[in-house]
């Protein structure tokens, strides 16, 4: 700004209109969620826009960033009311995501707003790993696809079988036996690779994107991403669909908010226990070898014929023991076949394909990846409220619905003139 506008402004009076702006973001997002949830059935579950979007999707998934609260005790700023600094030509700039995150995380908290839901509580895990906590990110999406009177693409693409790609990409997506839901998997709605090994196939391409995101916990979540749908439309849309991981969270709000969506398993994550199944126990080779035959029956949608042969592997191995090791074959295979049952009915791609469904979550990966860019890092510690503020700005920021332009034009016809100023404590 001192370059471009000649107009000198502190870090620290960034960072405060970055917390202000965003608060009244998050304020306004809670009247938009309350006035959602007060609709009647028939209206809340109905399509506000005209027309309709042809292919809504939604997809969820999680980032990471640290907090560090205060503890309740501190004292804050205390003396006669100050004014805080209004929001001048600088507001723009502010809001665009430089502030730095430890000092907003030094702010004084300030009162939650009413109708507002508590941040999610630290996981056991969490808890272990010390100030991470987990935010929670939804990307919505209006697609454009053909669909098909049979499966485009009944033979899987070269790369899912590629034994030089296929390793990394497992390992990438996996810490020990656990699959990382929070890690990023390349595939070819993204790659582009070898076009022309399903050639009256193409992906599903994106049209316009918007993002919600929270540190709020996932009933509310929920509720945040259901009301972001319904403003878009997307209940009314001919062809739905919810497409996320594993992750007991994602299914419980699509039972809640999207149960006509037609539900997908990311086809990267069964991939991922697909391989670590038939290579528990195994050498390269001959686990290479089940791999592909695994993975060929998942993608022409014949779950079953897997669950049957991982049954028979099973009985082979015996079941694990209660503290036997996470990396063991026995254990491998076990979480391998709990997985393929409690999500079969989520694993039909021969019929997503066929009607024009994306079947990989890369699109909220690569979503993730942005917002962990602006809140995630070593150095970056965040207050409940700064953190709150500053993932409503940059979901604002990466939407292609430009809710911030609506923003700003009806903050500026609001405007009083008047200064706000703190109460004195």
Same mark, same amino acid.
């Given at each position: 700004?001192?370059?471009?506008?000649?107009?000198?402004?502190?870090?620290?009076?960034?960072? @405060?209109?970055?917390?202000?702006?965003?608060?009244?973001?998050?304020?306004? @997002?809670?009247?938009?969620?309350?006035?959602?949830?007060?609709?009647?059935?028939?209206?809340?579950?109905?399509?506000? +826009?005209? *027309?309709?979007?042809?292919?809504?999707?939604?997809?969820?998934? $999680?980032?990471?960033?640290?907090?560090?609260?205060?503890?309740?005790?501190?004292?804050?700023?205390?003396?006669?009311?100050?004014?805080?600094?209004?929001?001048?030509?600088?507001?723009?700039?502010?809001?665009?995501?430089?502030?730095? *995150? +430890? &000092?907003?995380?030094?702010?004084?908290?300030?009162?939650?707003?009413?109708?507002?839901?508590?941040?999610?509580?630290?996981?056991?895990?969490?808890?272990? !790993?010390?100030?991470?906590?987990?935010?929670?990110?939804?990307?919505?999406?209006?697609?454009?696809?053909?669909?098909?009177?049979?499966?485009? #693409?009944?033979?899987?693409?070269?790369?899912?079988?590629? *034994?030089? %790609?296929?390793?990394?990409?497992?390992?990438?997506?996996?810490?020990?036996? &656990?699959?990382?839901?929070?890690?990023?998997?390349?595939?070819?709605?993204?790659?582009?690779?070898?076009?022309?090994? #399903?050639?009256?196939?193409?992906?599903? /391409?994106?049209?316009?994107?918007?993002? +919600?995101? /929270?540190?709020?916990?996932?009933?509310?979540?929920?509720?945040?991403?259901?009301?972001?749908?319904?403003?878009?439309?997307?209940?009314?849309? %001919?062809?739905?669909?919810?497409?996320?991981?594993?992750?007991?969270?994602?299914?419980?709000?699509?039972?809640?908010?999207?149960?006509?969506?037609?539900?997908?398993?990311?086809?990267?994550?069964?991939?991922?226990?697909?391989?670590?199944? &038939?290579?528990?126990?195994?050498?390269?080779?001959? $686990?290479?070898?089940?791999?592909?035959?695994?993975?060929?029956?998942?993608?022409?949608?014949?779950?079953?014929?897997?669950?049957?042969?991982?049954?028979?592997?099973?009985?082979?191995?015996?079941?694990?023991?209660?503290?036997?090791?996470?990396?063991? *074959?026995?254990?491998?295979?076990?979480?391998? =076949?709990?997985?393929?049952?409690?999500?079969?009915?989520?694993?039909?791609?021969?019929?997503?394909? !066929?009607?024009?469904?994306?079947?990989?979550?890369?699109?909220?990966?690569?979503?993730?990846?942005?917002?962990?860019? !602006?809140?995630?890092?070593?150095?970056?510690?965040?207050?409940?409220?700064?953190?709150?503020? =500053? =993932?409503?700005?940059?979901?604002?920021?990466?939407?292609?619905?430009?809710?911030?332009?609506?923003?700003?034009?009806?903050?500026?016809?609001?405007?009083?003139?008047? %200064?706000?100023? %703190?109460?004195?404590?």
């Amino acid at each position: 700004m001192l370059n471009l506008a000649r107009l000198k402004i502190s870090e620290k009076q960034v960072e @405060r209109l970055t917390k202000r702006i965003g608060q009244e973001r998050v304020d306004q @997002r809670q009247s938009q969620v309350q006035a959602f949830l007060a609709l009647p059935v028939t209206e809340k579950f109905a399509a506000p +826009v005209a *027309p309709p979007p042809d292919l809504a999707v939604v997809s969820m998934d $999680g980032g990471r960033l640290q907090i560090r609260d205060r503890p309740s005790g501190d004292a804050v700023d205390s003396g006669a009311a100050r004014p805080v600094a209004a929001v001048g030509p600088a507001s723009d700039a502010a809001v665009a995501g430089v502030a730095r *995150p +430890v &000092a907003v995380a030094e702010a004084p908290a300030e009162a939650r707003p009413v109708g507002s839901a508590p941040a999610a509580e630290p996981s056991p895990s969490e808890v272990r !790993r010390g100030h991470w906590r987990e935010d929670k990110i939804g990307l919505l999406m209006t697609m454009t696809s053909a669909e098909s009177a049979v499966d485009p #693409c009944p033979t899987i693409p070269q790369t899912f079988i590629n *034994p030089l %790609r296929i390793p990394k990409l497992v390992r990438e997506l996996r810490k020990g036996c &656990a699959p990382r839901e929070d890690a990023v998997a390349e595939s070819p709605e993204t790659e582009g690779e070898d076009p022309l090994e #399903c050639p009256e196939y193409t992906p599903p /391409t994106v049209r316009v994107k918007s993002m +919600v995101a /929270t540190r709020h916990e996932a009933e509310s979540f929920g509720e945040i991403v259901a009301a972001a749908a319904q403003a878009r439309g997307f209940y009314g849309a %001919r062809r739905k669909a919810f497409l996320g991981d594993g992750a007991e969270s994602n299914w419980a709000v699509r039972k809640r908010w999207f149960s006509d969506f037609v539900a997908i398993l990311d086809f990267i994550h069964v991939l991922s226990y697909i391989f670590a199944a &038939a290579m528990a126990g195994r050498g390269f080779g001959p $686990g290479w070898e089940v791999y592909v035959r695994w993975i060929s029956w998942v993608w022409q949608g014949h779950v079953l014929k897997v669950i049957k042969e991982l049954e028979q592997r099973q009985a082979d191995l015996g079941l694990p023991g209660r503290d036997e090791s996470e990396t063991s *074959p026995r254990r491998v295979v076990a979480e391998a =076949l709990r997985y393929l049952k409690n999500h079969q009915d989520q694993m039909r791609y021969d019929e997503y394909r !066929r009607l024009g469904l994306p079947i990989t979550s890369s699109h909220v990966e690569s979503t993730v990846k942005q917002f962990n860019r !602006r809140v995630k890092g070593t150095e970056k510690f965040w207050s409940e409220e700064g953190a709150e503020a =500053l =993932l409503q700005l940059r979901a604002d920021y990466l939407s292609e619905t430009e809710p911030m332009e609506k923003f700003w034009q009806e903050r500026e016809v609001g405007a009083t003139g008047r %200064r706000c100023y %703190r109460r004195a404590v």
